[in-house]
C-alpha cells in the first residue's frame, strides 16, 4: 500500500530541472511532500489537496491529480541545496489517519 | 520553541534488553506518530496514536509497545530488542489540518534516535 515513487534516485547539475513523481494504487485525498537532508529529520515541504491544485515553494512546485491517484513534485533550476531525499505523504486512504510515506527518491544535485 | 523532542538520541543494546523511547511534543497535537527508517530506506510506520489514551498498529508493529497516556507524550517500547531493530526512529506530530476528517496537517519530527542493537 506504500506508495511509490519514481524515480529512486537522480542526478542533476545546478540549474536543471527534475520530476519526482508519487503514484498510490489507492484513492488519495491529499498529498505532502518532505524533503530529508542527510542525517536529519524529514521537513515538511507542501501539501495539496483534492482539486488538482498546484502549490509552489521557493522554486518548487507540485500537483496532485486525485483521478490517477498521482502526485508530481517539480524542482526548477535545481540548486546545490535540494539535494536530499524526497518523500510524498499521505493519509492510508481507508481514513485511519494512518499516515504513511512513499518509498522517496534520492536526489544529488552537482555544482 | 522546542517541537518534538526525542530522547535518547542513541542507544546501544544487546539482544534481549528492553527500552523506552520517549516523544514529547508542546504544540498540543493530537496526532503522534513512530517511524523507523533503515539505511537508504524510506519511513515505515510503527504505531500511531489518534488522541490522549489510544494507540494503533502502523505498517511494521512486531516487536513494539506504545503508549500515550499524556496527550503530550508518546512512549515507544522494545520489550527483547533483536538486531533487526537497529534503525533510527522518528517520532512525528500533527493536528487534524483544515480539511475535517482528513489528516492535512503537516507533519513536524523529532532529530531521531539512532538505536543500535548488537
Known amino acids: 500500500q506504500q506508495p511509490v515513487q519514481s524515480p529512486q534516485a537522480v542526478i542533476l547539475r545546478e540549474g536543471e530541472d527534475a520530476v519526482i513523481n508519487c503514484s498510490s494504487s489507492?484513492?488519495?485525498?491529499?498529498v505532502h511532500w518532505y524533503r530529508q537532508k542527510h542525517g536529519e529529520a524529514p521537513v515538511f515541504l507542501m501539501i495539496?489537496?483534492?482539486?488538482?491544485e498546484q502549490k509552489g515553494h521557493e522554486k518548487i512546485s507540485a500537483s496532485f491529480n486525485e483521478k490517477k491517484q498521482q502526485s508530481s513534485l517539480y524542482l526548477t533550476a535545481s540548486q546545490l541545496s535540494y539535494s536530499g531525499t524526497y518523500f510524498c505523504?499521505?493519509?492510508?486512504?481507508?481514513?485511519?489517519?494512518?499516515?504513511?510515506f512513499g518509498t522517496g527518491t534520492r536526489l544529488k544535485v552537482l555544482a | 520553541n522546542a517541537g518534538v523532542t526525542q530522547t535518547p538520541k542513541f542507544r546501544v543494546l544487546k539482544t534481549g534488553q528492553s527500552m523506552t523511547l520517549l516523544c514529547a511534543q508542546d504544540?498540543?497535537?493530537?496526532?503522534m506518530y513512530w517511524y523507523r527508517q533503515d539505511p537508504g530506506m524510506g519511513l515505515r510506520l510503527i504505531h500511531y496514536?489518534?488522541?490522549?489514551?489510544?494507540?494503533a498498529k502502523g505498517e511494521v508493529p512486531d516487536g513494539y509497545n506504545v503508549s500515550r497516556l499524556k496527550k503530550q507524550n508518546f512512549l515507544l517500547g522494545l520489550e527483547s530488542a533483536a538486531p533487526s531493530q537497529t534503525s533510527v526512529y522518528f517520532c512525528?506530530?500533527?493536528?487534524?489540518?483544515?480539511?475535517?476528517?482528513?489528516?492535512?496537517?503537516?507533519?513536524?519530527f523529532g532529530e531521531g534516535s539512532r538505536l543500535t542493537v548488537l
Open positions: 512525528a506530530s500533527s493536528d487534524l489540518g483544515l480539511a475535517g476528517g482528513r489528516q492535512t496537517g503537516e507533519l513536524f
Open positions: 489507492k484513492a488519495l485525498y491529499s
Open positions: 495539496l489537496l483534492k482539486g488538482g
Open positions: 505523504g499521505t493519509e492510508n486512504p481507508s481514513g485511519t489517519y494512518k499516515y504513511i
Open positions: 504544540m498540543n497535537h493530537e496526532y
Open positions: 496514536s489518534v488522541g490522549e489514551g489510544t494507540t
